[in-house]
């Protein structure tokens, strides 16, 4: 049986413990028992003093990490190649028109991200009008690369929170920051002029409230959960699902006193609008247009999405395809893993979040697009699922067979990522590489007559382009007495789906039939129109040394007879 005094220095810093030296039912304060036998006091191994200096250590490098894979080159080809992904030039045409005064007509996006944007560029141009009227997208990409910085240090505060014993609290909180950290989807995202990680960050802050007020029945952290939950919502109408967790966390005490409950849930629900009119203060003045753009939104999700759509609903798609691409199989089955011992013997705040993942993977997997980055919004809490559940099995294997079996399974997790980190430094090599459609500017430019350029083909206007409508759709250009430019991004997207668009099909194979090819444009490697969304999409082909040659759509120039 223990002694009192062993008893009395084991809980020494554990919260309602008694402090050393004080006296326990009736042991003296001198340090002796009765009988006169003197305590020694235990020895500190000093190992402790070593833990604080080790995290900062490991938490800098992987700050560093996480910055080099989101800010190198950046930039790389402005301003003359202005938008890397298709839905870019979207947000920034919309951020550009709030700054001069002008709401969007069309609110398929709410306009969080828009007005997000928007104040760095009245800040720029109001410093500088005429430089940042040629250089907006490089304005614009630094914020939500930023803002891509500040998931990965969420990610690891909300880790430390679901975790209750505080050992564990650092290890849970690494590895769930590492694997955000290197999270294929997230560097890619993160790079990007997209709506998706702040959308993220205001989840990952408001679920952080939630638990603080799980914690503390605070009603400041549930109000503040509620701005954010709105915030995120107007951001991307999907984050509102955060509001599910903090109404679980009033639920949970309501048998305890319904009138309370009855408050806090009207204070969330308040709250909540709060922040989704700030994000989308439209919705006041042009209701009927935010709730056309929900519809919209929703709706097309089942199809017409060109080249992205499915056959059936993506839960297989996303489980199968984004999430393994995403951080490799051994991560995303851990994930899972994880996700199982959470709903089987989580605690409160564990299983809290499973009120968000649940509902959000499966509004997800109801829709037929196969959009990768979708998933994004379930990344950081998988990371976190995976990370308990390697906690977990150490804890277990430490007391089967020592510490060897844990250090061999950490081995394994960071031996099983290293694919992953490769193809997030081959990200950021095709950002730096040459790209097709920066040559094919030059290329078009000098041909001595007329293009007819379609979307995705150059990178600026040429002073010779006439048109530049989807040549698919154009059976005007069969007739043009011009050069004809194709990019593989719109017909090889018709061709995937040949039995729907049969007769944008006919118009591309027209023109590859009556045209003279005068020159392809292609990349080093081949690639497909979407290489850039997974790894096993192309991105894996490309070099991670030496040349990368060209990289982008491949770009065919035909001569039309007329």
Known sequence: MPHKADLMADQAGVPGAPLVGAAVDGLPVDGTVPGGTPVRPRRSSGRS????????????????????LRFDGLTAHLP??????????????RALGIVHGYLPTLYDWPTGSMLFLALPFELVGHLAPSWFQKNPYLVAR????????????????????????RSERMTTAFLASTAVAVSYLCVENGRLILPDQLQ????????????????????????????LAGLSAGTKYLGGFVILPALGAVLVESRRSWTRAAVDTALLAGSALVGFVVSVPAVVVHTHGVLVGLDYQFGHQAGGHLGYDLASNGWWYYL??????NWGWVLTGLAMAGLVLVAAQG????????????PVFIALGASKIQFPHYVILIVPMLAIYAAIAVVWASRHLRRWGGSLPALVLAALLLLSLVPTVVNDMKIVRSARAPNTQLVASRVV????????????????????????????QSP???????????????????????????????????????????????PGRPLRYDWMELPQYGMDTLPLTGPTGLVGPRITVYKMPG
């Open 445 to 472: 430019g000098r041909l001595p007559g007329p293009v007819w350029a379609e979307p995705y083909t150059l990178a600026v206007p040429t002073k010779n382009q006439i048109d530049g409508a989807v040549v698919g």
């Open 320 to 325: 199968t395809q984004a999430l393994p691409g």
């Open 347 to 358: 605690t409160r705040r564990q299983r809290l979040t499973l009120l968000f993942v649940v």
């Open 476 to 522: 005007a250009v069969l007739s043009c007495r011009c050069y004809v430019a194709i990019s593989s991004f719109m017909e090889d997207r018709y061709r995937q789906e040949s039995a729907k668009y049969g007769s944008e099909v006919a118009i591309y194979d027209a023109v590859e039939r009556q045209g003279r090819l005068v020159t392809t444009i292609a």
């Open 200 to 227: 993220l960050a205001l989840v990952l802050a408001a679920m952080i409230c939630v638990l603080s007020y799980d914690h503390s029945r605070s009603r400041s952290w549930l109000v503040a959960a509620g701005i």
């Open 80 to 93: 003359a190649l202005l938008a890397v992904n298709v839905d870019e030039p979207t947000l920034v045409t």
């Open 142 to 165: 630094y914020p939500f690369a930023a803002v891509s910085v500040s998931v990965v240090l969420l990610t690891g505060g909300l880790a430390s929170l679901m975790v209750e014993r």
């Open 49 to 68: 003093g070593g833990r604080p200096l080790l995290a900062v250590a490991t938490g800098a490098v992987l700050l560093v990490v996480t910055c080099l």
